[in-house]
């Protein structure tokens, strides 16, 4: 197992263009990462310097304190899991997981390479599939399979390319379980790249979000939620997103779409002498005031809107409230807008709540 050092890595491809630019990020030993970011950020291409199948512009890469920059991937010992795990299909499981030890032509015995395999197959619980083609295994076990393969080499790290995407939600979600499941038995530091942040929040110790190549926040999945640096990661992470709001304060009170929020001393000293402010407002943190306890209400702000649609999900209520801002504020929601790629001129407000909400298209709630 390995601990990696990203230091000042820069990666300029040939027009100048830097798809990744002065990313540092220590991954401790035995840790999992997650690497997202939306289409283009530069995540993969960070993976395949990492591993060595890219060069790189500037930085160091170490690997358990040694400068890789210049060794071959190869002689890295980290594996690549890619997205169809790459297995072939005429081999049986034994000779997949084989594979990249008979690759090495004489180094290993045949009772060394049977050894390492079973003891792969038992931490992987493949050793009953070890006769069986790729073909005859769930999605899951060919993942194992897979991860078979780096075990065998003794890899000193999993690094996995959006192992999940060309797969359907329900299988997704067994498998982000499994690849978890997988990475705590084993402890192998593992580096994951993913732009789908359900997975980026359920699989990581640690989470980094990239924007244009540049590491934006590297922290715990709660520390994202509860605590993102600036607005891209406050709208990145999260689904349905964080809401957006204009806010102006005037007197002692801050006025926003829908609603003036009296200021707390609280409110007061962040806000400092700012007079135009963004308010992210997490969707689960509305509440339909017709399933609460009067003593609740209270203690929030209550506003009526009208609901322009509902999703139902079961176990939630999504309702969308459209709301139109002032001119005033419009220079806060250029700035909003530039922070989040043009996705910032959000003109509705969408409220997670409860089942138990009674909210219908077209109510007032
Ligand atoms: P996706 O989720 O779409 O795979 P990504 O975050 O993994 O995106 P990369 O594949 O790392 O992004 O690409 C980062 C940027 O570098 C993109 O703008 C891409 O167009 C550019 N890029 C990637 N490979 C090359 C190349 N060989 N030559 C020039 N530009 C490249």
């Not at 008979?102 to 045949?110: A, Q």
Request: hydrophobic share 40%; proline share 4%.
């Amino acid at each position: 197992m390995a601990a990696i050092t990203l230091s000042h890595v820069v990666k300029k491809y040939g027009d100048g263009f830097a798809a990744v630019n002065d990313v540092s990020l220590d991954i401790k030993d035995g840790e999992f990462v997650i690497l997202v970011g939306p289409s283009g950020c530069g995540k993969s291409t960070l993976l395949r310097m990492i591993v060595g199948l890219e060069d790189i512009s500037d930085g160091e890469i170490l690997i358990d304190g040694d400068v890789v920059n210049d060794k071959a991937p190869r002689d890295r010992r980290l594996a690549m899991v890619f997205q169809n795990y790459a297995l072939y299909p005429h081999l049986t499981v034994f000779e997949n997981i084989a594979f990249p030890l008979r690759l090495e032509k004489g180094k290993y015995s045949d009772d060394e390479i049977r050894r390492r395999v079973e003891k792969a197959a038992d931490t992987l619980e493949l050793r009953e599939h070890l006769d069986r083609k790729p073909a005859n295994l769930s999605g899951g076990q060919r993942q194992r399979v897979a991860m078979g393969r780096a075990i065998v080499r003794e890899a000193r790290a999993f690094l996995f390319d959006e192992p999940l995407s060309n797969l359907d939600a329900k299988l997704r979600g067994q498998m982000r379980t499994e690849i978890a499941r997988m990475q705590r038995r084993l402890g192998t530091t593992t580096v994951y790249v993913t732009h789908d942040q359900t997975e980026a929040l359920t699989l990581g110790d640690r989470v980094a979000v990239l924007r244009k190549g540049v590491l934006q926040q590297a922290a715990s999945p709660r520390a994202l939620y509860e605590h993102p640096v600036n607005l891209f990661v406050a709208g990145f992470i999260g689904s349905p997103p964080m809401n957006f709001l204009p806010g102006q304060v005037e007197g002692d009170v801050l006025r926003m779409p829908l609603v003036d929020v009296p200021l707390s001393d609280e409110l007061r000293r962040r806000i400092g002498d700012r007079e135009l402010v963004i308010v992210g407002l997490r969707p689960e943190h509305l509440e339909d005031v017709d399933t609460l306890e009067e003593a609740m209400v209270a203690k929030g702000v209550t506003f009526e809107a009208d609901v322009d649609v509902v999703e139902w999900l079961g176990a939630e209520l999504y309702a969308y409230v459209p709301f139109e801002t002032r001119e005033e504020v419009a220079g806060t929601l250029e700035e909003l807008d530039r922070d989040l790629d043009g996705e910032g001129m959000r003109t509705q407000l969408v409220a997670a709540l409860g089942a138990e909400s009674r909210a219908r298209d077209g109510d007032v709630s």
